[in-house]
């Protein structure tokens, strides 16, 4: 049995291909090691890898691909938690952008996009990754994501500036104050998934003038300060939010003379495809 891992800050795709190409799928929170602790992080492959292999089928393989894995030491507490399972398994670790790109372009070329909670992006020749523009996470960087879309509006939410209707919408739906706005993204887990819970809220009101504004100026960063300094066209979407917003990327990257190419909403699937299985 191998086994195909594809996580990003919300949620993680499991793949179980039995030997006979029987395939499982398990779906869970993500698994960003930079944002979690071991004790959540192994809280969740306890649960997974049972779902995914309940008769305790010898594991040959696991390839993960994930958001956070910045080095080996990054990914440790993973490492240990599916060696612990899978006592027998080679396990491979990759980050989200070449499951991107890999999904998007396999041995082609273009820039491999991630618009999630975060984002992330890379230049994909010939079925390698030339270059890319550090992402720095929703704090530093992040342009284009669901979270800083979700940061730029609670920004104005808390500075008085959404205009009232839609304030008024938001009060009603959340129920959120100031202290239990900061709270949630000082002083708990995962503050960049709970900053992209607010996308949907954002993307649901568009025909608003300044839900609009948001959305766009949230894709005009992105374009303006990592896609056009790539000096290719060709570009291809991963990503649930980058799907949602595919209209506006499709317009606006035409005036900066970018081609989108692909989007696809999950890559785990397309993972599957590359490695053979």
């Not at 993680?12 to 030997?19: G, L, M, N, P």
């Not at 956070?68 to 396990?91: D, H, I, K, T, Y």
């Not at 800083?148 to 609670?154: D, H, P, R, S």
């Not at 809220?201 to 300094?229: S, T």
Request: glycine share 10%; net charge negative; aromatic share 10%.
């Amino acid at each position: 049995m191998k086994i195909i891992v594809e996580s990003g800050a919300t949620k993680t795709a499991w793949r179980a291909i039995s030997v006979e190409g029987n395939m499982t799928e398990v779906l869970t929170p993500g698994l960003s090691p930079t944002c979690l602790d071991a004790e959540y992080i192994s809280d969740i492959v306890r649960k997974a890898v049972p779902a995914l292999n309940p008769d305790g089928k010898r594991v040959e393989q696991i390839v993960f691909y994930g958001a956070g894995l910045v080095s080996e030491e990054s990914a440790a507490s993973l490492r240990s938690c599916l060696e612990m399972w899978c006592p027998f398994a080679s396990v491979e670790f990759h980050s989200d952008i070449l499951a991107a790109a890999r999904a998007l372009f396999g041995d082609g070329s273009g820039v491999a996009v991630i618009l999630g909670t975060g984002s992330n992006s890379c230049l994909w020749e010939n079925g390698k990754a030339v270059s890319t523009i550090r992402t720095g996470g929703f704090i530093l960087g992040d342009e284009g994501s669901g979270a800083v879309l979700g940061k730029m509006f609670l920004s104005d939410y808390i500075k008085g500036l959404v205009p009232e209707p839609l304030k008024n919408m938001f009060d009603k739906e959340y129920g959120l104050d100031y202290a239990s706005i900061v709270t949630r993204v000082y002083r708990q887990e995962a503050p960049s998934r709970f900053l992209a819970s607010f996308a949907r809220f954002i993307m649901d009101n568009k025909e608003n003038e300044y839900a609009a504004g948001l959305v766009r100026r949230n894709i005009r960063d992105f374009m303006e300060r990592v896609l056009v300094r790539y000096g290719e066209s060709r570009i291809g979407v991963v990503g649930a939010f980058g799907v949602a917003c595919m209209e506006e990327l499709i317009e606006i990257g035409q005036e900066y003379g970018l081609e989108f190419v692909r989007f696809v909403q999950s890559p785990a699937d397309e993972l599957v495809k590359y490695h053979g299985i």
